[in-house]
């Protein structure tokens, strides 16, 4: 086997044998397994870095396992495309994956579930190499809904809570509408293309008529909006937090969520060469980033918080897949995949020293017992406001600037809004977590936490300075964009620049949204020169819009389950039970009721009887009489 | 000949409806036997001189005195007649009438089927009814013969059974 | 061997008659001695069977291992076997399936061992010799024997309104049987007049020429006859009631394969003897599956009997398989096939593991579990497995199948299959809430307290079932290649009859639904 | 041929007659003779018109029925008068549902 394709499959296959060993034989590797899981992802992030190089100095490859599926003409095998997209994010991923592994090791320390925690870890990681490396869409479907289970899975880890296993029954279920929404994509696809491998069903693109590729292109999106918790779908992102922390760094914020811009990027032929669909994905992304933003501004559940934003920054992406503009899309991906695992590493260390409490506020002046979380967490809010020189700020900027040059002037204002929002409420979460006066409850006693934990905190944090540096504005010429772009070249431009605005401009004005809403923040909270509950009741109802989540799981509540629960207890109870099998018994019944009738002729007379056969002989000789 | 048939045949019809109208079962029987022997007369003057015999030894002879045998044991004749129900005597007769009718018809209409046989009177008087019908049950009819053999064993011992004192 | 390969079908029929002669022979009071002898006869009969996989030819659609023999010249009646890619499965399935309900009915059935050994080793036979028989006649006697031990099996041996069950379950069928039979002694009566001889060669039969409207009504009535044994929506209110009150053997095997034969029937009868007729009436009998589909998924969320659950979610289940069967597309049927076996594997753990909850805590109510995932971690496991089977996740065997009938079905009925994929989100709905409820939580009900995990017996129950969930998930190819030539040659029987179907739509003016 | 089958035919009647209007049980079992020799008339009349045997042959199994027959019937006569003390046919009712 040529030693390229035995790095590509060796890949996957370690996460995976991590799986079934440390799912088997758990018991017997006691503390350990973790370590081993981890030093099974590192081996895999190894290779895949040493597939990235080899991808960078040649050329893309794919390769075939083995046959999966023949059936007639529908022919798929498990195979894997490996291309500078899908190395990128096979070292993001797997990178992601290790760092939280190590961090886990400390964080679950003591659960009961230890081995079981990691085997399943263990199978996330393998799913999600399989969906980047997938080289068809029936295997990145696969893998779309392995990742899916996995992510219940998790969150619902610690299962004698009903909130808990709630949340993880709702993301599988939400999960699942927009699977649905994807597979008919597919089933769609297949029947115009005849097939579902990559290469095979993007040299039809360009011959398919318009409207069937835009029916295509929304399908698979419907698919997007439910992995990557878009409006309306992403009910489910904040109810996941119920599971582990680092499940919520690994899976809901750098890796899983963010299938749907992968996918978007993978198939940007499809989405190219239909421009309603691209501006469907630009306003959904845009609403989302918009909406979610705000929500957050008025949580006071950290994990939460960091949810909604991962929502928003989500939306970012979506917005600039949407504009054509893939690799800042994937650029952003990235980055963001950094810092907001950071966040979400971060917030749980806190949550690890407060005893899992997570109120904002039940917190407070954290900075001086925890400097490392402290430190380590405002780099990931810098990041994430766009403050330079930290990724954030050129991943976001990037995005935001081909907004405006390509002409989507709305899209760029409610991105701008949003980044404004995006500062404050994310150093609203430090001011009142980390500053000012402590609301500790007295039993708890916050400390830093384990050498285990901070360091994989502090690796993130250089990542989080680092990486934006790829990407130095003008983005058009940066590194990241050079070694990216060669993949989507292939793309129908359909929105090309009309505005050629310097760089700087358009990175002053996102600082300046980035550094106002810090201020904004400061001045509420630390200096408290307007008081938050009076601006609470100043905008009530706005603030009950933000603080309710828009009322999107009451309306879907009161709008969906509620009246389908009543449908299905009216198809049992009514239309099962009385009106099928009522008409089936009633034909018994009735049978039994004319029985009871008949029964009376069977009276024992014997008399009777014979009467009844001579009439029956007399009326047999009055038919052969008359024939 | 046509005298002795028409003779025949009043005493049959006489006697048979004597035998459903008597009350008393005993004088019933005694017209059954009457009945029974103007049937062997339509045997005899159908050319089958064996029959007739058989019957006056089966019916007549057995059958019958094992009827007045049951009715002395039980005691009957001074048991009076049952209340009939005159309802089921109507609808009784109505039946038999409209069935004899029927058959009647159905007679009268007349079946045209030509003799197919070979054994014509000549036939059967040359070889002897008797021979003819003890070849035939010896031959072709050995089979349903032996079971009727068993169909009398049976039947003895069914009427032992039920005829003993405890079941 | 060549002799036992020769008359290997032969030998799969009447061994387990054999082994129920012999076990006629023993005390009904050594138990022990019943239940260890009946498994392992029904082992061996297993075994018997994989030679049967072994030495199948997958590159053929022709009938394998044939033999032909005599039975009643006058009738053209004749003892006519044979199998092709899609009996092998069944034939493996139902094996596998008789021996593992035998384990799993160690502790379930405590009183009259003898004779549940017995009737379930008949029940084996008569079901092997449904598969395989190629004779119309045979087929028929088999099918109607069939319901003898099953009416005994849930009738003495189940729970709760069993008589009920029984008689309902047995009338049900039978009333739609006879309609069938109808059905065939008309085509036999066509084919006499058209040929000159009796035959009940189903081979021969496929070649009666038949007016498109006498088709339709003959169809209807082998309708009748397969269609309530899938069960599709009207005719599914048997299941519920059946799967519910059975002893958990009796679930497995009814779940498992009795519900096959009316796929098997329409896929070796129905559909290649009134071909003009399926595509005049697929679109009908394919809305019938989707409500199905969808109706059986909406029925199972509100159910609060575990088995109950299961019974109406195989109602959904069996309505995929018809729409990858009236689809008509190699894809589809190749789908629904497979999904006959996925649907046998996965439900019938899922029984397996109702009855092992209920020998347990002897309740099916949902609402009476709640937290045994923390009192036993391998019973929650190899549950979830099962579950998530059934769901149809990818990479378990359940996916594999759905996904195909899915696929195949689109081009030709898109908006059912559009409405079908929705069910999909249903049948998540109501396993996980199931799930959810018995498993997970903290336990609310005191007797979950001693709540024993699986013992080596158990899992060995479920292990097979288990594994082959994802080795189908995995690598479907042994399968589908045997499958696949059969069904290819299936669609092309067919195929060449949809011209008639086409003149007909012209003419009425129906479009595709 | 037609004056024989009309006498069976009236035998015939007149013994459907009892069985279905008396309540005797022994006038209801010699009513019953008197169909069986009526039906034997009939046998013996066809078969001579037609110049067969085999009707002559079945008359004498019908014989052999009715004596086994009237062995039975006696039997259960005695056996019902024992147990009912009458031989009532309407006494015995409890052949029912």
């Known amino acids: 086997m040529d030693y390229k394709v035995l790095i590509t499959w060796l890949i996957p296959l370690l996460p995976l044998s991590g799986w079934l060993l440390w799912g088997l034989f758990g018991k017997y590797f006691k503390g350990y397994s973790g370590y081993f899981a981890s030093l099974f992802v590192a081996a895999s992030f190894i290779l895949s870095v040493i597939l990235f190089i080899i991808v960078s100095y040649s050329h893309g490859f794919t390769s075939t396992l083995y046959p999966w599926i023949h059936a007639a003409n529908f022919k798929v095998g498990i195979s894997a495309v490996i291309d500078r997209l899908s190395v990128v994010m096979l070292v993001m991923v797997t990178g992601v994956s290790t760092i939280v592994h190590v961090y886990s090791i400390g964080y679950m320390k003591g659960d009961k579930g230890f081995s079981r925690y990691f085997s399943f870890l263990n199978l996330f990681v393998f799913s999600m190499i399989m969906l980047v490396i997938s080289n068809n869409l029936l295997l990145l479907y696969v893998f779309w809904e392995a990742v899916g289970f996995c992510s219940y899975i998790l969150i619902g880890f610690w299962y004698e809570k009903k909130s808990a296993s709630d949340a993880g029954k709702k993301a599988f279920i939400v ?8 597979a008919i994509g597919i089933f769609l696809l297949f029947a115009t293309t005849g097939t579902l491998n990559y290469e095979a069903v993007f040299k039809m693109i360009p011959m398919i008529p318009v409207f069937t590729t835009t029916v295509i292109a929304l399908l698979l999106f419907v698919g997007a909006i439910g992995k ?51 501006e469907v994905v630009l306003t959904i992304g845009t609403l989302s980033a918009f909406f979610a933003a705000f929500i957050a501004l008025t949580q006071f559940d950290i994990k939460r918080i960091i949810a909604y934003s991962t929502i928003s920054q989500l939306g970012y992406m979506f917005m600039a897949v949407g504009i054509g503009s893939y690799t800042a899309g994937i650029f952003h991906l990235i980055s963001h995949a950094i810092f907001k695992g950071l966040l979400f590493l971060t917030a749980g260390s806190v949550m690890h020293a407060l005893a899992g409490e997570l109120d904002l506020r039940k917190m407070g002046g954290l900075y001086s017992k925890m400097k490392v979380t402290a430190i380590t967490f405002i780099v990931g809010a810098l990041a994430l406001s766009g403050i330079p020189p930290f990724s954030g700020f050129f991943s976001k900027d990037a995005i935001l600037a081909d907004t405006y040059n390509k002409g989507f002037y709305f899209a760029w204002v409610i991105g701008e809004l949003a980044a404004f929002m995006t500062a404050f409420y994310i150093f609203r979460l430090i001011f009142l977590a980390f500053f000012g006066k402590s609301n500790l409850d007295s039993k708890v006693h916050a400390h830093e936490s384990s050498k285990m934990m901070t360091i994989p905190l502090i690796i993130m944090a250089s990542l989080a300075v680092i990486v934006g540096f790829l990407g130095v504005p003008p983005f058009n010429t940066s590194i990241f964009y050079n070694f990216l772009h060669v993949d989507f070249k292939n793309a129908y431009n359909f929105s090309p620049f009309v505005e050629n605005a310097p760089w700087y401009l358009l990175s002053l004005v996102s600082v300046l949204a980035g550094l106002s809403g810090i201020f904004a923040a400061y001045l509420l909270y630390i200096r408290k020169v307007v008081m938050p509950e009076w601006l609470k009741s100043a905008f009530k109802p706005i603030y009950a819009l933000s603080y309710n989540k828009l009322y999107v799981d009451e309306i879907y509540d009161f709008l969906i389950i509620k009246p389908l629960f009543v449908l299905f207890n009216f198809l049992w109870k009514i239309v099962d039970v009385s009106v099928i099998d009522g008409a089936v018994n009633g034909v018994a019944s009735s049978f039994a009721f004319f029985s009871v009738k008949v029964k009376k002729i069977q009276n024992g007379m014997l008399m009777s009887y014979i009467l009844t056969l001579s009439i029956g002989v007399a009326a047999l000789l009055f038919y052969y009489f008359i024939r | 000949m046509e005298i002795l048939f028409y003779v025949f045949s009043f005493i049959a019809i006489f006697s048979a409806l004597m035998v459903v109208t008597m009350r008393n079962p005993l004088t019933s029987a005694l017209y059954l036997i009457l009945c029974f022997f103007a049937i062997a007369g339509f045997y005899i003057i159908l050319n089958m001189q064996f029959l007739a015999v058989m019957q006056i030894l089966v019916y007549a002879g057995a059958i019958m005195v094992l009827v007045v045998l049951v009715i002395m044991l039980l005691n009957l004749s001074d048991i009076k007649s049952f209340k009939s129900n005159l309802h089921q005597v109507f609808i009784g007769i109505l039946i038999s009438v409209i069935m004899f009718a029927e058959i009647f018809f159905y007679i009268s209409k007349g079946i045209q089927k ?25 031959t072709k009819y050995i089979f349903p013969f032996e079971i009727a053999s068993i169909l009398l064993f049976v039947a003895i011992i069914g009427a032992y059974l039920f005829a003993k004192k405890k079941f | 061997m060549g002799f036992f390969i020769k008359y290997l079908l032969s030998i799969l029929i009447f061994f387990p008659l054999a082994s129920a002669v012999l076990l006629l022979f023993i005390n009904k009071k050594n138990e022990g001695i019943l239940r260890y002898l009946s498994t392992f006869l029904s082992l061996v009969e297993f075994i018997f069977s994989i030679y049967l996989f072994v030495y199948f030819k997958p590159d053929t659609y022709k009938f394998q291992f044939v033999e032909k023999f005599h039975w009643i010249p006058s009738f053209g009646a004749s003892y006519y076997l044979g199998i092709d890619g899609v009996s092998l499965f069944l034939i493996l399935l139902t094996t596998l399936l008789t021996f593992i309900s035998l384990i799993s009915s160690y502790r379930y059935i405590r009183e009259h061992v003898k004779e549940f050994v017995i009737l379930m080793l008949l029940l084996e036979t008569f079901m092997v010799g449904t598969f395989v028989s190629l004779d119309v006649l045979l087929f028929y006697l088999f099918w109607e024997f069939m319901l003898v031990p099953m009416y005994f099996i849930i009738g003495m041996w189940g729970t709760g309104k069993k008589v009920y069950a029984a008689v309902k379950f047995f009338l049900y069928t039978l009333s739609g049987s006879l309609m069938m039979l109808f059905g065939f002694i008309y085509i036999y009566i066509l084919h006499y007049e058209q040929t000159g001889n009796f035959t009940f060669n189903i081979v021969k039969l496929y070649n009666t020429h ?13 309708f009748l006859g397969f269609a309530v044994k899938i069960p599709l929506f009207p005719f599914h209110t048997w299941l519920p009631d059946a799967h519910t009150e059975a002893p958990t053997a009796g679930s497995v095997i009814l779940a498992g394969v009795l519900l096959k034969f009316g796929i098997y029937g329409f896929f070796r009868f129905a559909i290649p003897l009134l071909p003009s007729a399926t595509y005049v009436l697929a679109p009908a009998i394919i809305i019938l599956g ?59 753990a899922l029984f397996l593991f109702a009855g092992m909850l209920y020998e347990r805590t002897h309740t099916r109510q949902i609402a009476d579990f709640g937290g045994i995932a923390k009192k036993a971690p391998i019973l929650t496991t190899l549950f979830l497995i099962s579950v998530l089977a059934s769901i149809g996740l990818p990479g378990l065997n359940g996916f594999v199948g759905e996904f195909l009938i899915l696929i195949g079905s689109f081009h030709n009925y898109t908006v059912l299959t559009i409405i079908a994929t929705i069910g999909i989100i249903f049948a998540a709905i109501y396993m996980l809430r199931m799930f959810q409820k018995v498993m997970f939580q903290d336990i609310t009900n005191p007797e979950m307290e001693n709540f024993e995990d699986m013992n080596l017996r158990e899992i060995v129950t479920v292990l097979p079932l ?32 949809d011209t008639i179907y086409n003149i007909i739509k012209l003419k009425t003016g129906l479009s595709n639904v | 041929m037609n004056d024989y089958l009309i006498v069976a035919s009236a035998i015939f009647c007149i013994g459907a007659l009892g069985v279905l209007t008396r309540k005797n049980l022994i006038i209801i079992f010699m009513s019953l003779e008197l169909m069986f020799n009526a039906a034997n008339l009939g046998f013996v009349a066809v078969s001579d018109y037609l110049h067969l045997i085999n009707g002559d042959i079945f008359v004498i199994f019908v014989m052999v029925v009715a004596a086994a027959e009237a062995a039975v019937a006696l039997g259960i006569a005695i056996a019902f008068f024992r147990e009912k003390g009458t031989i009532d046919i309407d006494k015995a009712n409890e052949l029912k549902y």
């Not at chain 2, 030509?114 to 010896?138: C, D, R, S, W, Y």
């Not at chain 3, 038949?210 to 082998?222: D, K, R, T, V």
């Not at chain 3, 190819?477 to 067919?494: A, G, N, Q, Y």
Request: no cysteine.
């Open chain 1, 228 to 278: 990557s918790a878009q409006l309306p779908l992403h009910i489910w992102l904040p109810d996941a937090m119920e599971g582990p922390t680092p499940v919520s760094a690994l899976i809901h914020a750098a890796t899983m969520v963010t299938a749907g811009i992968y996918m978007i990027a993978r198939f940007h032929i499809i989405f190219s060469y239909s421009p309603v669909a691209s």
């Open chain 3, 466 to 497: 288990i594994l082959l969930m994802f080795f189908i998930g995995f690598y479907p190819m042994p399968f589908l290649s045997r499958i696949d030539p059969t069904v290819l040659h299936f669609i092309s029987m067919v195929s060449h009859h």
């Open chain 2, 114 to 138: 030509k003799p197919v046989g070979i054994f014509t009177h000549a036939l059967i008087k040359k070889i002897g009814n008797t021979q003819i019908i003890g070849e035939f049950l010896f």
């Open chain 3, 290 to 348: 989707v409500i199905g589909i969808i109706y059986g998924a909406f029925v199972s969320v509100v159910q609060k009997d575990l088995k109950r659950l299961i019974a109406f979610s195989s109602v959904s289940h069996m309505g995929f398989i018809v729409l990858g069967l009236f689809a008509m597309s190699a894809i589809s049927v190749d789908g629904s096939v497979l999904q006959l076996l996925n649907h046998g594997i996965s439900t019938g």
């Open chain 3, 210 to 222: 038949i007016p498109i409207g006498l088709q339709i009504i003959l169809f209807i009535a082998l």
């Open chain 1, 175 to 182: 999960n699942r509408v927009g699977d649905v929404g994807f």
